[in-house]
C-alpha cells in the first residue's frame, strides 16, 4: 500500500501555480525533503504500473487485430474512447506523479503551470472517456452497483479537476491543491483496485458480481480517504501556500 499511502506526501507537497508566491518564505529544499519526493514518485508511479500496462496492451491488441471475444468486442465496435481513456490516463498519471516535486516544481515553476494545464485537460479527458464508457458500452460484467460507482466516480473526478481550477483561477492555491489531489486519487484509482481485486481472490476466492463491485469501490475509497486524512492532517494548508 506504499503506492496509496504516498498521496499523504502528495498532499503536503502543494502544486505551485500561475499566481505569484513570496518566495522569501519558503523554507529551503532539504535532502531529507528530496528523499522523500523520490520515494513518493517511485511510489506513485508502481501504483500506476499495473493499469498502465494494461492499458498499452489493450491499445496493442486493438492496433494488431485480435481475436474478437464477448469481453473486448465493445472495444472493437467503438474504439475510440477506450484509446482516449486510455492515452489520457496514462499521462494523466505520470506527469501528474512529478507535480510532487517540489525541487524540480520550485526551480521550474514555469514547467509546473504547463504540465498543470495539460493536467487539465488530461483529466477531464480521463473521467469524460469514462463516464461515456459507462453510459454508451454494453459490459458483460458488473451489475448495477459497479455501473452506479463508475458513474459516481467518473463524475466526482471531473468535479474535483473543475474545482480545482477554478480555485487557482481565484488564486486560492490551498482549495486548489486539495480538489487537485483528490482528482489524483480518484485517477489513480486502478492501481489501488489491481490490489483489492487481487487481495480478495486471495482472500476469499474469485469474487461474484457484487464481491467485484466492493473490491472496485474499495479502491477508489481506500485512495479518497487517505488523501482526505492526508489534506485535513495538514489542515488544507502548506508553507510554499502560507503567503501568496
Same mark, same amino acid.
Given at each position: 500500500?506504499?503506492?496509496?499511502?504516498?498521496?499523504?506526501?502528495?498532499?503536503?507537497?502543494?502544486?505551485?501555480?500561475?499566481?505569484? %508566491?513570496?518566495?522569501?518564505?519558503?523554507?529551503?529544499?532539504?535532502?531529507?525533503?528530496?528523499?522523500?519526493?523520490?520515494?513518493?514518485?517511485?511510489?506513485?508511479?508502481?501504483?500506476?504500473?499495473?493499469?498502465?500496462? !494494461? *492499458?498499452?496492451?489493450?491499445?496493442?491488441?486493438?492496433?494488431?487485430?485480435?481475436?474478437?471475444?464477448?469481453?473486448?468486442?465493445?472495444?472493437?465496435?467503438?474504439?475510440?474512447? %477506450?484509446?482516449?481513456?486510455?492515452?489520457?490516463?496514462?499521462?494523466?498519471? %505520470?506527469?501528474?506523479?512529478?507535480?510532487?516535486?517540489?525541487?524540480?516544481?520550485?526551480?521550474?515553476?514555469?514547467?509546473?503551470?504547463?504540465?498543470?494545464?495539460?493536467?487539465?485537460?488530461?483529466?477531464?479527458? %480521463?473521467?469524460?472517456?469514462?463516464?461515456?464508457?459507462?453510459?454508451?458500452?454494453?459490459?458483460?460484467? *458488473?451489475?448495477?452497483?459497479?455501473?452506479?460507482?463508475?458513474?459516481?466516480?467518473?463524475?466526482?473526478?471531473? !468535479?474535483?479537476?473543475?474545482?480545482?481550477?477554478?480555485?487557482?483561477?481565484?488564486?486560492?492555491?490551498?482549495?486548489?491543491?486539495?480538489?487537485?489531489?483528490? *482528482?489524483?486519487?480518484?485517477?489513480?484509482?486502478?492501481?489501488?483496485?489491481?490490489?483489492?481485486?487481487?487481495?480478495?481472490?486471495?482472500?476469499?476466492?474469485?469474487?461474484?458480481?457484487?464481491?467485484?463491485?466492493?473490491?472496485?469501490?474499495?479502491?477508489?475509497?481506500?485512495?479518497?480517504?487517505?488523501?482526505?486524512?492526508?489534506?485535513?492532517?495538514? *489542515?488544507?494548508?502548506?508553507?510554499?501556500?502560507?503567503?501568496?
Amino acid at each position: 500500500m506504499a503506492g496509496i499511502l504516498a498521496l499523504d506526501r502528495a498532499a503536503r507537497e502543494c502544486p505551485m501555480n500561475g499566481t505569484k %508566491v513570496n518566495t522569501r518564505n519558503i523554507h529551503p529544499t532539504t535532502a531529507k525533503e528530496g528523499s522523500s519526493a523520490k520515494r513518493l514518485i517511485a511510489a506513485l508511479l508502481l501504483l500506476s504500473f499495473i493499469p498502465l500496462a !494494461a *492499458g498499452m496492451f489493450r491499445l496493442i491488441s486493438l492496433a494488431g487485430g485480435a481475436e474478437i471475444t464477448p469481453a473486448n468486442e465493445r472495444f472493437f465496435s467503438s474504439p475510440l474512447p %477506450v484509446v482516449l481513456h486510455i492515452l489520457s490516463a496514462g499521462i494523466y498519471a %505520470v506527469l501528474g506523479t512529478f507535480q510532487f516535486a517540489p525541487r524540480f516544481r520550485r526551480r521550474k515553476p514555469g514547467w509546473h503551470r504547463v504540465a498543470g494545464r495539460i493536467l487539465v485537460g488530461c483529466g477531464l479527458l %480521463v473521467g469524460l472517456s469514462a463516464l461515456w464508457m459507462t453510459l454508451f458500452y454494453p459490459i458483460p460484467y *458488473g451489475g448495477n452497483l459497479l455501473y452506479v460507482l463508475r458513474l459516481l466516480f467518473g463524475s466526482a473526478m471531473v !468535479a474535483c479537476i473543475l474545482l480545482g481550477f477554478a480555485a487557482i483561477r481565484r488564486g486560492d492555491v490551498a482549495r486548489h491543491r486539495a480538489w487537485m489531489i483528490r *482528482g489524483f486519487a480518484i485517477g489513480v484509482g486502478a492501481g489501488t483496485q489491481a490490489l483489492t481485486l487481487m487481495a480478495g481472490e486471495l482472500i476469499a476466492g474469485p469474487p461474484n458480481e457484487l464481491g467485484k463491485a466492493l473490491l472496485n469501490g474499495a479502491g477508489w475509497a481506500i485512495n479518497l480517504a487517505v488523501a482526505e486524512w492526508a489534506i485535513r492532517r495538514r *489542515g488544507g494548508r502548506c508553507y510554499e501556500c502560507n503567503r501568496i
